[in-house]
């Protein structure tokens, strides 16, 4: 009998669910037993059953059933991949069935701290109040509820935000003919565009977006571009000039533009001068007595030339060093007086 209602009777079965079978067998010790079978039961076999005898005195014994199921994530209660703006605030939530009720914990997929709240957080939900870019990856929804197997769910957050873009050699030095690459990283997601830009003196107060007078990768055959994407925030931008002309020297601009706004990041090109210096001996005082080619005072100069045809004259004593170039007046500049 459950909750009042008579399943069976002796070897009778009072109801239709084809589930339920009684059948009585012997004991070891030789007494009869009636055994109630109830296959592939489910949550609502769940309660209260009783046996009872007719006899001049009644004998009644209960028994109670409690069915446990391990936890299954309901999808409709649970959060998909999400995706949202840096700054703003982001919920996660996840659901799932089973009995007893789960409990749920959430973690990191990569094992790293979930900000301030350590590396997991109990609950239904994981609320970020201010979703920042470090926020973002893979997150599990683990239920569990003491029957195995515990069950989990991925969820991927992606935190959108405006590119940001850096070099590692702002400047840059090569002789005509030869070849460089410029490089350029960017963190930003969604993916933005790039392009490398040569900025001219005509566009050096323009927008980012309005200094398109020259893309290195489209401009010239023998220059060209590569993408490296270091994971699914930040990529390597690479542009190479084969055969540098004296037109490639000057600015270079990496621009990245996505939907949450555009950065740039500068690399400057410079001509590789070849510099010779060579020292002479200057008789500052000649030798007015006796004898012919003696010097009284003699001071040493370091003579330096470039390829922009600059001549540095420089005194080492005292310690000044005159510049000039052709055609131009002349400066003091001071030297190292340790020489």
Not at 189 to 206: G, L, N
Request: net charge positive; charged share 20%; hydrophobic share 30%.
């Amino acid at each position: 009998m459950k909750k009042g209602i008579v399943l069976s009777m002796g070897d009778d079965v009072f109801t239709e669910n084809p589930r339920i079978s009684v059948h009585h067998r012997l004991t070891l010790d030789g007494a009869q037993a009636w055994v109630l079978t109830i296959k592939r039961v489910n949550l609502n076999d769940t309660g209260s059953y009783m046996c009872s005898l007719n006899t001049p005195w009644k004998m009644r014994k209960f028994y109670y059933l409690a069915v446990v199921v391990p936890p299954s994530i309901q999808d409709s209660n649970t959060s998909s991949d999400t995706e949202v703006q840096e700054g703003l605030e982001v919920r996660l939530r996840c659901g799932a069935s089973g009995n007893p009720q789960p409990v749920y914990r959430w973690q990191r997929e990569d094992s790293r701290m979930i900000d301030s709240y350590g590396k997991a957080v109990s609950g239904s939900q994981l609320i970020i109040p201010h979703a920042l870019r470090h926020h973002a990856g893979a997150y599990l929804c683990i239920a569990s509820n003491g029957v195995p197997p515990s069950v989990s769910k991925r969820i991927l957050l992606s935190v959108k935000f405006q590119p940001v873009t850096h070099t590692p050699t702002p400047r840059l030095w090569v002789h005509v003919g030869d070849t460089i690459t410029l490089s350029c990283i960017v963190d930003a997601y969604p993916r933005p565009s790039f392009v490398w830009v040569r900025e001219h003196a005509h566009t050096a107060h323009a927008t980012p977006t309005q200094r398109f007078p020259y893309h290195l990768h489209h401009a010239h055959a023998k220059r060209g571009s590569t993408l490296g994407e270091v994971n699914a925030t930040r990529w390597v931008v690479n542009t190479t000039l084969r055969q540098v002309r004296p037109q490639d020297f000057g600015r270079h601009l990496c621009i990245a533009n996505n939907s949450e706004g555009v950065a740039q990041t500068t690399v400057s090109l410079y001509p590789n001068s070849s510099i010779v210096t060579q020292q002479e001996s200057v008789c500052r005082e000649p030798w007015r007595g006796e004898g012919v080619g003696r010097c009284l005072v003699e001071e040493k100069r370091d003579r330096t030339e470039s390829s922009g045809s600059e001549l540095r004259l420089c005194v080492l004593k005292p310690d000044r060093c005159v510049a000039s170039r052709p055609g131009t007046h002349t400066q003091d500049r001071p030297t190292d007086s340790s020489g």
